[in-house]
């Protein structure tokens, strides 16, 4: 079995090819092969959601995929989601809300909330509660997050 | 008072780095020419070591260093922030399950995690001590050895110290009602989303660390004393923690990071797994015995608290959470005489430390469910018996200490407005209400340094760790108030101790009071010099000037202290530098060393209801009330109380690491460890603050960000108690619990089950 593989997926619109070894999973090629460390490792079991990205449109915890696995795909990082320095409305939403205290799981909050609005414009409490689920924060009572995402969407649906 | 930046809510310092992914954590820094670090652990807690083979690791590719206790200096150093007991290497035994035996540092993490597989660990497994029954044994093995600790009385058991507090005639007291009960805290670890990092790099001018610590000054004064360098040649960087909680207090594995570092010639980095990090620090566990003698009124004649408390091996700041936890066990109330009997007790356990509460939140359940208990057998309701008790202002509550420093009953009775305590209870419901009280600082130091650039932007110097508390907006917020500057020309520096003057450390909610004074007095300083400079520039004698709170008073009006600014410093232009201090002095006799700067009182008044199917239960509504003096920044007030509330119902309701036969965590890491997520949330979290500016930091505010979570639990539990009529002593509050109780009352239907 090779050690690395070729690849190319799309990382924040942008075509990348890349040799990943075969065992790094999607987690590690984005953290520390192309630098992007936005995304950020905790449990590295599926668990916390620390690490969650958006893969075509599904938010996925990238330390349960393998970069292998992503080839062919378009991966979208926290980096990706504001444009020329101008914030999405999810990202305003938590600056505005408080939704971000120590910040660290906040990147995949954002990746988690972004596919749940994408999917579903006008979503309920409930509903942000089970797409954030598997997010874990320590910081915060997960009300301000909520508020945060529930408020963004009446934004996006102006 | 203007209050233009104080008492609202600016956005995050901070924030956007936060939403962008751009904030850089210790794990997302790297430097040329890092090697990478793993650590060699045997697979038990207590293994004596017989021999290190390094052999193989050595010819894995990129290998670069395998670090054995031989290598370095001898005998092995040992460090801690109380007793220098914890070797940086594990010398001859392994004390807890995870204490490295060695340690590898290759050019890749692959290399590194390869070649930590492959070192030999040739070992003995032996039986560990991990309850707190099995340390007390009389035949248990000694945890420490007694060489350690010299001319200590205690050094041949495993109790590493006994706290005892006493007051009044316990004897004397009369008492319609005495009621005696055990209760259970379990360990629970930190859980902060950012598993602890640490990078040590070797230069011309010393080591520079980088570390998510929350007491940089502290860890530069550990690392300088064990690698022989002046202060001035240790550089510590503390990138804003990704959470801490205390769990990052005190130095972890720095100190071998700096010892390799200074081997290898070259920077190294190590950024524990989460599961490492469930290894690296946790929460006393503490079995409570408490002994409550009342009066038919509800009034309390006395209390005895016995309180053992599970620590690790080393002590860490532990033993100062078992005493200064337990100095306030009996809460905000008068107590006329009581006896507390506090011990800290060595186990082969993960190194315990301090986590929000400090050893409060374990003698708040016991004692507050305890209370809970005396009322019900005294036809009282929780309400009514805490009123009874509860300090007045001003009231000395606690013998040698800070008298009552809050209206405390406007705190309760706002807690048991919120949960609608007056109103009737729907069937199968219930409700209970805790207090918690917390002690500030009981010492503290924090300089701050604001500088008052030329075009009248502020630089402010503050040392504190902003580890998601939110301080450097808080500090800005100062700033802007006393300068008259917008918060968008402000930047709060921190995380440089080459940089940033001396903080003592940001723990106990200390910092918008120490480093807040700080701040302002920095600021009056520089009110002083445009005094002088306003009283030069307009041809006036200072005494005609009053500077306040960004503006400068002339006789004849006044002027914006940029002006001021812009007019002293003419042509050259330069800049303005202010220094402040402040300071908590220690006090000798006091039984803690010193008494407390301000309290942290909270009040928690839940309703839950039970599911009797499944034992789980579901929190209706969750209020919490703390006194805050001020409420500097309303919303992330709001955010620290919220996040501490839910924080709280983790060890209530399903946190705790279970230990196996060989000391090993069972549920070691995320899938088996549940913390609340967004669904285990009350229905509805209710929270308000007291603001009455009776505090001593800036504008009257007080320390605040532990109180909600103190007494979630004692509140929780009675009122599934009332709900359901069992009585439970034990956390977590766990569906199989509740569920055993309940079915246990099925099978022998009498009146009230205890579990």
């Not at chain 2, 430390?353 to 019900?376: C, H, Y």
Request: with cysteine; aromatic share 4%.
């Amino acid at each position: 079995m090779p050690r690395t593989l070729d690849v190319e997926l799309t990382v924040n619109g942008a075509p990348r090819r890349l040799e990943v070894h075969v065992h790094h999973t999607l987690l590690d090629v984005l953290r520390d092969q192309l630098g992007l460390t936005g995304t950020k490792e905790c449990c590295v079991v599926g668990e916390c959601g620390a690490c969650t990205v958006i893969v075509d449109d599904l938010p996925v915890n990238s330390c349960l995929m393998l970069a292998v696995e992503a080839d062919g795909h378009e991966v979208r990082s926290v980096e990706g989601l504001a444009r020329a320095g101008e914030l999405t409305p999810l990202q305003q939403a938590f600056l505005d809300k408080g939704a971000a205290q120590c910040g660290f799981c906040i990147p995949g909050q954002l990746m988690a909330a972004q596919a749940l609005l994408e999917q579903s414009p006008d979503p309920t409490v409930a509903d942000v509660h089970e797409a954030l689920a598997g997010n874990l924060c320590r910081c915060s009572g997960y009300e301000q997050i909520t508020e945060a995402v529930l408020a963004a969407a009446e934004e996006m649906r102006r | 008072m203007s209050m233009r930046s104080v008492g609202a809510s600016p956005r995050r310092v901070g924030g956007h780095g936060r939403v962008t992914g751009q904030q850089q954590y210790v794990a997302d820094i790297h430097l040329p020419d890092e090697l990478h670090v793993a650590l060699v652990t045997v697979d038990c807690a207590r293994a004596r070591i017989i021999s290190v083979d390094r052999s193989a690791a050595e010819r894995v590719p990129g290998v670069r260093l395998v670090m054995t206790a031989d290598d370095l200096p001898q005998p092995v150093p040992r460090f801690g922030p109380q007793f220098r007991d914890r070797p940086v290497l594990a010398v001859g035994e392994t004390k807890f399950h995870g204490e490295p035996v060695a340690a590898v540092a290759a050019e890749t993490k692959d290399a590194a995690d390869e070649a930590a597989r492959l070192v030999l660990v040739e070992h003995e497994e032996l039986p560990p001590v991990y309850t707190i029954a099995g340390a007390l044994d009389p035949a248990a093995p000694l945890v420490q050895d007694p060489a350690l600790r010299a001319g200590d009385a205690l050094a041949e058991s495993n109790v590493l110290a006994e706290h005892r507090y006493e007051w009044g005639d316990i004897e004397a007291a009369t008492s319609d009602l005495v009621v005696e009960n055990i209760y259970a805290f379990p360990m629970v670890t930190h859980f902060a989303i950012e598993p602890h990092a640490f990078i040590a790099a070797p230069g011309e001018e010393g080591l520079t660390i980088w570390s998510s610590i929350q007491h940089p000054y502290w860890l530069q004064r550990i690392i300088a004393g064990l690698v022989g360098l002046p202060l001035a040649r240790v550089r510590v960087i503390a990138p804003d923690p990704g959470g801490a909680f205390g769990g990052k207090q005190h130095a972890k594995f720095e100190p071998l990071m700096a010892f390799m570092a200074l081997r290898a010639g070259r920077p190294v980095r190590l950024v524990l797994s989460l599961e490492e990090t469930f290894q690296a620090a946790r929460r006393n566990s503490a079995e409570i015995r408490v002994r409550t003698g009342l009066r038919s009124d509800g009034s309390i004649t006395f209390r005895e608290i016995h309180a053992d408390y599970l620590l690790g091996p080393y002590a860490d700041i532990s033993d100062r959470v078992v005493g200064k936890g337990s100095y306030p066990g009996n809460g905000p109330y008068r107590v006329p005489a009581s006896r507390i009997v506090a011990r800290a007790i060595l186990s082969h356990t993960t190194p315990s430390t301090a986590f929000r509460g400090f050893g409060a939140p374990q003698v708040n359940w016991a004692v507050e469910s305890n209370l809970d208990e005396g009322a019900k057998a005294l036809g009282l309701d929780g309400l009514q018996i805490r009123l009874r008790n509860l300090a007045r202002r001003g009231e000395k509550f606690l013998p040698y200490d800070t008298p009552a420093d809050g209206d405390w009953q406007q705190t309760v009775r706002r807690a048991a407005e919120l949960v609608g305590w007056d109103t009737e209870l729907p069937a199968g419901h219930g409700r209970g209400i805790a207090l918690g009280i917390k002690l500030g600082p009981t010492t503290g130091l924090s300089h701050a340094t604001v500088r008052f650039l030329a075009d009248g932007s502020v630089l402010v110097f503050a040392g504190t760790s902003d580890m998601g508390q939110g301080s450097r907006t808080i500090f800005a917020q100062i700033a802007s108030e006393e300068m008259g500057v917008p918060l968008d020309r402000i930047t709060v520096v921190s995380g440089d101790t080459h940089v940033v003057p001396y903080d003592q450390q940001t723990s106990a909610a200390r910092s918008s009071v120490l480093m807040g004074n700080a701040i302002i007095e920095a600021c009056r300083s520089l009110h002083g010099q445009l005094r002088d400079m306003a009283a030069q520039a307009y041809g006036l004698d200072p005494q005609e000037v009053r500077v306040e709170r960004g503006v400068a008073h002339l006789p004849d009006g006044e002027v914006p202290l940029v002006e001021v600014l812009q007019a002293g410093l003419g042509t050259l232009g330069g800049e303005l530098i202010g220094n402040g201090m402040a300071r908590k002095e220690a006090e000798p006799d006091h039984p803690l060393g010193g008494t407390a700067a301000f309290y942290e009182l909270n009040c928690t008044a839940i309703e839950a209801t039970v599911d009797d199917e499944t034992g789980e239960v579901v929190l209706v509504r969750h209020a919490i009330v703390s006194d805050v003096g001020r409420a500097l920044n309303p919303l992330q007030v709001r955010m620290q109380d919220e996040g501490a509330a839910i924080m709280g119902l983790g060890h209530t309701l399903m946190e705790h690491l279970i230990y196996d036969e060989s000391g090993r965590i069972r549920n070691l890491g995320a899938i088996d460890y549940r913390i609340p997520t967004a669904k285990d949330l009350p229905l509805e979290v209710l929270s308000d603050v007291v603001e009455n500016a009776d505090g001593p930091g800036p504008y009257g505010a007080k320390g605040m960000s532990e109180g909600a979570l103190l007494c979630v639990a004692p509140a929780v539990a009675a009122a599934v108690q009332q709900a359901t009529g069992v009585v439970i002593r034990d956390l977590p509050l766990t569906p199989q619990r509740i569920w055993e109780a309940l079915d246990e009352r099925r099978r022998s239907p009498s009146p009230e089950v205890v579990s």
